[in-house]
DNA sequence: TCCCGGTTTGCATCCGCATGCAATACTGCC
DNA sequence: GGCAGTATTGCATGCGGATGCAAACCGGGA
């Protein structure tokens, strides 16, 4: 078949048909690689020929065809990030936010989302098929997961979360230090008893808080603690803070949840069911820096998370390792800003 | 060049290159073609063969290219989702659950996020060169941009507005009912002067609840009624509230905020700067049913989308037309379900 | 044993674009 | 005007897999 042919096989089922290089080539009466080189950047084409392809690609509403070029150049210009159900009112933010910085670098964003965390199984074989050129990912893989990755070279770039001891890049905020901060504020007003509201079990980040406050707890000597355990919503801070209560018999001096929605949750259940004004009955912490923090009936005391700061970082990360493989893995950690709501009886400031 | 040189072509920098179909043919002593058919599901392949191609695949870690899949068969299995940053705290559960209603059907999800609601012609270029197989969208689209969609045949789904007097497929919540129905609570219990504060103006969503709660109340007979406008967020709600104030002097009866977050910031408002008490002084209505709105400093009377079935609608209207074009458009509106929370005083119970 | 119908398999080709290489056009300069 | 040097352009080919068609194969019935 000759190449004229090819510029009329209508093959759609409506007899019409998107317009490709050809169809452009021919209408411009120039060579298929000519229309090719001029929807190029870098490309070498003179003004002249220029606007003959474009004027033909006008006429024809012809558009290159991303796949079609992802096929011979090896790059998707796909990066998948991967999120998990459950951390809502938080990666929303981060999610739109990220798709922006990508696209400003012409890259855009394959969504997978997970149920919970573990399912990372299931996302992992299809990023592989639709070669994304880069994987941004807020939930946690398998080492064997990370090796099949690793195979096939594909850069990776965790988010708020990465692995000590191993060669990742990672973007995260420094939980612990958060934590620290907290519980030095608290420890420091005096407070003596600790109740600990966790994440669910298959969360890095909760466990990171979690750690961070215990570890911190333990160094300055307290040991009043009571641990329960949520899943990041308002329903089970409530829960567990009416748990807590139950565990205790009185309540602590202070409350640490592991975000702010669960610190929202235990504040509501501390003044709507056992009748406690917060701060001067007890603290109650959280973390994140969500919106609904900010709400004056809450107003809570947390540390917030420079999202926009985190997800530039990220984004730029993963890019830079798309376009030089050879760069070795970076870890960056961002402090936290530590917000002195209105939720904890702390010094409002240092002197 | 002989096909069995295309099998040792390595021209990847590190000299490694994933495996491809003719590699597993190779390996597997058979053609192409044969691979091509184990990895496709109504194809025809015994099972040794079946058997000896996958484990050459398993052997050399091969995975169907998603992308030359997609160049050969017209379909890309992706479909581009536009969302606008605007509305927050709603559209992440919209996202997450659309993204696995779309993955159960073997659909990936593209992610476009716009800066506001107006920035669609940067993105619809890029959801066109990408082949999408049908756009679910959160944003309008001008006339000019819809008939290149359409030149385009590409299937298109409006979530949560729609095109009156176009054959366009939509799926929505009926926002004019659902204002109904609050004022019609609101007018029945007795209140008689309104506030309402409309969303940006480059909202559709929040222009037809302004509608829709301005239209009843004409109906009714009610003219005592103050406009103000905020963007959707918190602080624009507080924003809002204290020019409403400022207009009339005195409070409403009633406040009709577009959405729960915007209800939230006047209810903070109305108690923190002006000293009233919701629902006694002041009844205040949101939209959406967000999570926070069901936080007990607030639990704000509002209309509750059904998010589930209007997700999972969108989902399969828009599949079932990139699978049957010829299918016509089809508006679904789906009633929201009234939440008779506690920031308005109105009958708990029909009689 | 031979022939027929139904499966499997391989061959060749195409999807739409990018790119190395060779051919051609154009530029400035002596 | 002629020539070296550079900027454009066209040609041919490949990226990885799907698929129509024909060849090969398989089983069963006469």
Redo the contacts with the bound molecule.
């Keep these: 078949?000759s190449?004229a042919e090819?510029t009329t096989?209508n093959?759609d089922k409506t007899g019409r048909?998107?317009a490709?290089?050809?169809d452009?080539?021919e209408l411009a009466?120039?060579?298929?690689?000519?229309?090719?080189?001029v929807?190029?950047d870098g490309?070498?084409?003179?003004?002249?020929?220029?606007d003959r392809v474009m004027s033909a690609a006008n006429k024809l509403g012809?558009?290159?065809?991303a796949?079609?070029?992802g096929?011979?150049?090896?790059r998707s210009n796909m990066v998948a990030v991967v999120i998990s159900k459950l951390t809502n009112l938080y990666y929303p933010e981060v999610l739109v936010q990220l798709t922006q910085h990508f696209s400003e670098h012409g890259v855009r964003v394959l969504l997978f989302a997970l149920e919970r965390e573990g399912d990372t199984g299931k996302v992992l074989e299809q990023m592989l098929q639709f070669r994304v050129d880069g994987i941004l990912t807020a939930a946690m893989f398998t080492p064997e997961q990370l090796k099949t990755i690793d195979n096939a070279e594909i850069p990776l770039v965790f988010y708020n979360r990465t692995l000590k001891d191993q060669l990742v890049s990672s973007v995260r905020c420094d939980q612990e230090e958060g934590e620290r901060w907290l519980v030095d504020e608290l420890v420091n007003a005096g407070h003596k008893s600790f109740g600990i509201v966790e994440g669910p079990p298959d969360s890095v980040v909760g466990l990171e808080r979690k750690m961070g406050a215990l570890n911190e707890l333990s160094a300055l000597g307290i040991s009043d603690i009571t641990t329960v355990s949520g899943d990041f919503g308002y329903e089970t801070g409530r829960e567990c803070f009416a748990q807590l209560m139950q565990k205790r018999g009185s309540p602590p001096d202070a409350v640490i949840a592991a975000n702010d929605v669960m610190a929202i949750g235990c504040i509501d259940e501390a003044r709507e069911e056992f009748g406690l004004n917060v701060p001067n009955d007890i603290s109650i912490v959280g973390f994140d820096g969500v919106g609904p923090a900010r709400y004056a009936a809450y107003n809570v005391t947390t540390v917030r998370q420079p999202v926009h700061r985190m997800t530039q970082s990220a984004a730029s990360m993963l890019i830079e390792r798309i376009e030089n493989p050879e760069l070795s893995p970076e870890k960056r950690a961002f402090s936290g800003m530590l917000i002195r709501g209105g939720s904890a009886r702390i010094q409002t400031q240092d002197e």
């Design positions: 078949m190449k090819k096989n093959n048909r998107r490709t290089s050809y452009v080539a009466g120039v060579s298929q690689s000519a229309v090719s080189r929807f190029q490309a070498s084409a003179s003004k002249a020929m220029r012809y558009r290159p065809n796949i079609a070029r096929l011979i150049t090896q």
